[in-house]
């Protein structure tokens, strides 16, 4: 069941100390008057142990939009048995949830607003991980396409995932949240 989570306080008691941690590295970027700091002002100084767990994700909006993954932290390539830097995300979801994932990281550079995700992965074998997903936007001063910087990390048991093992698939979210960037957060509604 994929669950809306609208309640801040639960919200807040859900998320883990990394994905707060993120947040909080993403909201001390400078910014020139705008609640989403531009691309051009991103310091990873400031998220350096946060790095192996990190993602540049370019989002193009559109119908359908369409994106380019600039660049992913080493934890992401062990979880993901095959190159993604260069191939557009959306390729990677399972076609009956992709509609769904498409409005969200759309909703995420037109609100402007964060999201969090728990989700799942299995892979051969039977091996299982839940993870927790942070994302929050950067603009780009030259206009489109709009940058999302995101933070994976492992809930639960943390374990390593052999590589020799393919991504069997991705399961809908059980936790969803848009986070209050200074906007305020969409009434979500997916499109028909």
Known sequence: MNVLVKDPDALIAQRTK?????????????????????????SLHGFKKMLPDMGLIDIMP???????????????????????????????????????????LQTLVQQPCGLWQVL?????????????????????????PQIMVLAVYSRGEVCDVPTDLA?????KATATAFLDIGAGVPEWRLAS
């Open 120 to 144: 799942g992965i299995h892979y051969q074998r039977g091996l299982f991980k839940s993870l927790e997903i942070t994302a929050l936007p950067l603009w780009r001063k030259e206009g489109p």
């Open 167 to 171: 991504l069997v698939s991705l399961d």
């Open 18 to 42: 990394d994905s707060l941690a993120f947040e909080a590295a993403w909201r001390a970027l400078p910014r020139d008057n705008a609640a989403v700091p531009d691309r051009g002002a991103l």
């Open 62 to 104: 559109g119908t359908p939009p369409s994106s380019r993954v600039c660049l992913v932290g080493e934890r992401i390539r062990e979880r993901i048995p095959f190159p993604v830097v260069g191939q557009d995300y959306f390729h990677y979801i399972p076609a009956h949830m992709r509609p769904t994932t498409e409005q969200r």
